[in-house]
């Protein structure tokens, strides 16, 4: 079956630090990868995605670029701000099966 | 504004008590799920809904129902026999189940027990 492996946190940087969380998956066929954002006490949000390969999803700032080649899809940041505090999951939607998320990266900002 | 509305927002659950969960969409979406989340957990599929009047159970059914009678709604109970219901439970939806289609959030409700 699908899976998704996520870089284990927490993770803690300074302001304007560049951030990368490693995300690597294992799927059949041609799957759609996602970034989504948890702020506390939130639902999911969805940051970027991407659906086919060397595809780059961008918002806020934040990139990510699917390579197949390497089965990643890793989140980047070039300058992380305080608001950017937060858990960061990674998933996985292929055909025929459900979403598949990562366990998440909690994200600490220090002024 | 279009979204997902879940209430309550924080809900106590008494020894031997069913409660329910509410999970409303105005967004015409087709697609509804319901996700249990423990803390420094990932989120783990409890049900899901892929049109009005039909559902399939996730990963954790045991110990939870739903239903499914109106497009934008997803009520989920969570009964008795689930014995550890302490949780964020997190309700999603999508247009439909295709792989390129994001999930849509509401904003959780959490449960504990008195």
């Known amino acids: 079956g699908n899976s998704v492996t996520q870089m284990e946190g927490p993770v803690t940087l300074s302001e304007e630090a560049f951030l990368t969380i490693n995300c690597t998956y294992t799927?059949?066929?041609?799957?759609?990868l996602f970034w989504y954002v948890q702020y506390p006490g939130e639902g999911l949000q969805l940051l970027l995605k991407?659906?086919?390969?060397?595809d780059k999803g961008s918002n806020k700032g934040f990139e990510a670029t699917y390579r197949k080649e390497t089965t990643s899809f890793h989140l980047e940041k070039g300058s992380v701000q305080v608001s950017d505090s937060a858990v960061y999951f990674c998933a996985l939607g292929s055909l025929n099966e459900k979403l598949t998320f990562g366990t998440g990266t909690r994200l600490t900002i220090i002024p | 504004d279009g979204g997902i509305t879940q209430s309550p927002k924080y809900l106590f659950r008494k020894e031997g008590q069913n409660v329910t969960l509410s999970c409303e969409q105005n967004?015409?979406?087709?697609?509804m799920y319901w996700y249990r989340q423990d803390p420094g957990q990932g989120l783990r599929l409890i049900y899901y809904s892929q049109i009005v009047n039909d559902f399939q159970k996730g990963d954790i059914a045991e110990g939870y129902s739903v239903s499914r009678e109106k497009k934008e709604s997803f009520p989920l109970t969570v009964t008795s026999a689930q014995k550890n219901p302490t949780a964020f439970y997190l309700c999603a939806s999508s247009i439909n189940q295709d792989s390129d289609q994001p999930q849509h959030f509401g904003d959780g409700t959490r449960l504990s027990i008195l």
């Open positions: 991407a659906t086919k390969a060397d």
């Open positions: 967004l015409n979406h087709d697609a």
């Open positions: 799927a059949t066929g041609y799957p759609s």
